[in-house]
């Protein structure tokens, strides 16, 4: 006698439907704010991260350098890292965006975004395009899944070939080297992953690393969106 069960799926058509036009304003609203925006870099790292964390100075420092190199800034816009980021672009008198995402609790955009260049979402996955559309490059620093899942996307797509190679960079190797060691262990040596993948993205710990992976990778100096 057979005991298989009849669930029941509540149809949501006409809310789907408006979900469509939300997303395609989120995208509207992006394109519009960044399209004259220039060659920048993302920066992400944990919202935990304190002001009197050697990470947090570290990440003014790098934003800093960046900036220098003539390269804005793009990071989540909320506290943490993201803050960080966007008060070394501040200090240094170069574009800092927020991408500010909605959520339940914790998330707040921080004080050193340009006016203009403070944009709200309120989905994970159109966000994510902005991060890339725009980066010349990567810079990951410590932080938990939300940053481990912008890593993780820019590799696949750059992996797949859906985008431009461009610069990823892991800062913090006592961070970073238990991943590094899982993905060799793991993913590698079971033949998930290819050799050449794990070229895909390098691992420093200094400002002075940082600024040598991105100019030695950049050294035509030929900017354009990603897609």
Same mark, same amino acid.
């Given at each position: 006698?057979?005991? =298989?069960?009849?669930?029941?799926?509540?149809?949501?058509?006409?809310?789907?439907?408006?979900?469509?036009?939300?997303?395609?304003?989120?995208?509207?609203?992006?394109?519009? *704010?960044?399209?004259?925006?220039? #060659?920048?870099?993302?920066?992400?790292?944990? *919202?935990?991260?304190?002001?009197?964390? #050697?990470?947090?100075?570290?990440?003014?420092?790098?934003?800093?350098?960046?900036?220098?190199?003539?390269?804005? /800034? /793009?990071? %989540?816009?909320?506290?943490?890292?993201?803050?960080?980021?966007?008060? %070394?672009?501040?200090?240094?008198?170069?574009?800092?965006?927020?991408?500010?995402?909605?959520? #339940?609790?914790?998330?707040?955009?921080?004080?050193? /975004?340009?006016?203009?260049?403070?944009? *709200?979402? =309120?989905?994970?996955?159109?966000?994510?395009?902005?991060?890339?559309?725009?980066?010349?490059?990567?810079?990951?620093?410590?932080? %938990?899944?939300?940053?481990?899942?912008?890593?993780?996307?820019?590799?696949?797509?750059?992996?797949?070939?859906?985008?431009?190679?461009?610069? /990823?960079?892991?800062?913090?190797?006592?961070?970073?080297?238990?991943?590094?060691?899982?993905?060799?262990?793991?993913?590698?040596?079971?033949?998930?992953?290819? #050799?050449?993948?794990?070229?895909?993205?390098?691992?420093?710990?200094?400002?002075?690393?940082?600024?040598?992976?991105?100019?030695?990778?950049? =050294? =035509? %100096?030929?900017?354009?969106?990603?897609?």
């Amino acid at each position: 006698m057979s005991t =298989k069960k009849t669930l029941t799926w509540h149809q949501t058509k006409t809310q789907d439907n408006w979900m469509i036009f939300k997303v395609i304003s989120e995208f509207v609203e992006a394109f519009d *704010a960044l399209e004259s925006i220039g #060659p920048c870099i993302s920066i992400f790292g944990s *919202a935990q991260t304190k002001p009197n964390h #050697p990470d947090y100075q570290l990440t003014v420092d790098i934003s800093k350098a960046i900036v220098n190199l003539g390269f804005g /800034i /793009i990071s %989540g816009g909320g506290p943490g890292i993201m803050e960080a980021a966007n008060k %070394g672009a501040h200090q240094a008198n170069g574009t800092s965006v927020g991408l500010h995402i909605e959520l #339940p609790s914790e998330q707040f955009s921080n004080s050193y /975004i340009d006016k203009n260049r403070l944009i *709200a979402f =309120k989905y994970f996955f159109t966000r994510k395009v902005m991060f890339v559309k725009y980066a010349q490059g990567f810079v990951v620093m410590p932080g %938990g899944f939300g940053t481990l899942d912008e890593f993780f996307e820019a590799i696949t797509l750059i992996q797949t070939q859906k985008i431009n190679p461009f610069p /990823i960079v892991l800062v913090g190797s006592g961070y970073w080297n238990g991943l590094l060691d899982w993905l060799n262990d793991s993913l590698l040596k079971t033949g998930k992953i290819k #050799p050449h993948d794990t070229a895909l993205f390098s691992v420093v710990d200094t400002t002075k690393e940082v600024v040598d992976k991105i100019t030695a990778f950049h =050294k =035509k %100096g030929i900017y354009k969106p990603n897609f």
